[in-house]
């Protein structure tokens, strides 16, 4: 679905998914969106006309993340089957396939520059990939169970993770290091978030909750509650000033930042929201 955010309102549905929809990203332009299904693809999507532009096949499992590269020209996602996949939106053909992980692949992010995509899996690792050659340039072990999420900074130098583990960690992507650990959560978190300015992320957990942390001195800020059901995915706003929320009660919410409450309830969907992305 497409959301007036300003309304709170629906503008449109987007249809053609056979499975369940468990992520999206959005063109730098925000003009074209990219979505990933249990049904095995992707679909390339005009967010202007509510069309569906090409359906993206050759992932042999559910596709759990997508992400648009910075150029809007490339599409990386992940997979179940067990490997990513970087992808021409243009012609809707594989560039390259990435193996290395032997479990689930629930997530992938990528740095600003366009050059490496970091993958988190079932297997507890996240790993760094290089776009250019396809090839694993380091692997990051540190979760003790599996690794749902990840998010990078806007200056690409660090990462955060998200885990079944009830923490997020903050590791610094040239050492392969970590830096943070972020305990606070009750049960899994399902997602991470980090602010344009850098300085804060938001996770959204099993446990019902988000919450903001300070990333310098790795503290929670605040806790915002008012889900019914578990948080599967969070986005912040280009101005950092609020941000959205998606969860198994069958809402999202639009939350401020500064003031830390909710400001809308979008009500729409019928069943779980897996994924939210702001333009």
């Not at 249809?15 to 999206?24: E, F």
């Not at 809007?72 to 992980?101: F, I, M, N, P, Q």
């Not at 760094?128 to 690409?156: C, F, M, Y």
């Amino acid at each position: 679905k497409v959301w007036d955010l300003e309304r709170g309102e629906e503008v449109r549905t987007l249809k053609g998914h056979s499975g369940s929809v468990h992520a999206v990203a959005v063109t730098p332009n925000g003009g074209n969106a990219v979505s990933s299904s249990g049904d095995q693809t992707l679909k390339g999507w005009d967010l202007e006309k509510g069309r569906e532009l090409r359906t993206l096949k050759g992932h042999s499992a559910w596709v759990n993340s997508v992400v648009v590269t910075p150029d809007g020209h490339r599409a990386v996602s992940a997979s179940d089957d067990h490997t990513l996949k970087v992808w021409d939106l243009e012609t809707g053909e594989v560039l390259k396939t990435l193996e290395g992980h032997i479990n689930w692949v629930n997530a992938v992010a990528l740095t600003p520059d366009d050059r490496l995509a970091i993958s988190a899996s079932y297997d507890r690792t996240l790993k760094i990939w290089d776009l250019e050659s396809g090839k694993v340039q380091k692997i990051i072990t540190g979760h003790i169970n599996r690794v749902n999420a990840v998010a990078v900074t806007p200056d690409g130098h660090r990462a955060i993770s998200a885990s079944d583990d009830r923490n997020l960690k903050v590791w610094d992507l040239k050492r392969g290091k970590v830096l943070k650990t972020l305990p606070g959560h009750s049960n899994g978190v399902n997602a991470v978030a980090v602010t344009p300015d850098g300085r804060r992320a938001v996770s959204a957990s099993d446990d019902h909750t988000l919450k903001i942390w300070d990333l310098e001195r790795g503290k929670v800020l605040k806790m915002l509650e008012g889900h019914s059901g578990g948080v599967n995915s969070v986005a912040t706003t280009p101005d950092g000033r609020r941000a959205l929320s998606a969860s198994r009660d069958g809402t999202l919410k639009m939350w401020d930042l500064e003031r830390r409450e909710v400001l809308k309830v979008l009500r729409g969907h019928s069943y779980a929201v897996n994924a939210v992305v702001a333009t």
